[in-house]
């Protein structure tokens, strides 16, 4: 099945590796972006997004099993960042993933997780 054409993920630049070294700022600015996403229950909120497209804080908390105040908490995190963005519909607020970088990066993510190799270390005694 053919994947769902998705909006661009930001203005064309240049290959990683063609890029000037990070500055000191750049690099505190991209440790922030992975600090927000280091987190198991963002990580599963984010991903549940990203499988439904949009769902409200109950819906949300149902799927990963937390109360409903511990899920709002995290998903202002995401929020903050410029991650997620929010509607209110009725007494519920409806939540999303607007950049769809992260969706990319997701998947990008767990792609190297999944084919990681741990390492084994052999102690000879």
Known sequence: MPK???PACCAPK?????????TPEQAA????????LA???????????????????????TVVGLKPQ??????????DRGILGS???????IYRIVDPC????LDQGLCLAEDAV???IVTIR
Do not use: W, Y
């Open 87 to 93: 509607r209110r519909a009725g007494n519920s607020i």
């Open 29 to 36: 600015d991209l440790m922030s972006v992975f600090k927000v």
């Open 118 to 120: 741990p390492s084994r």
């Open 102 to 105: 992260v969706i990319r990066l």
């Open 4 to 6: 769902k054409s998705e």
């Open 14 to 22: 240049p290959d990683i590796r063609e890029r000037p070294l990070l």
């Open 39 to 61: 987190s198991d229950t963002r990580l599963r909120l984010l991903h549940a997004l990203a499988r439904a497209g949009e769902l409200s804080v109950g819906e949300l908390a």
């Open 70 to 79: 511990a899920v709002s908490n995290q998903l202002q995190r995401l929020v």
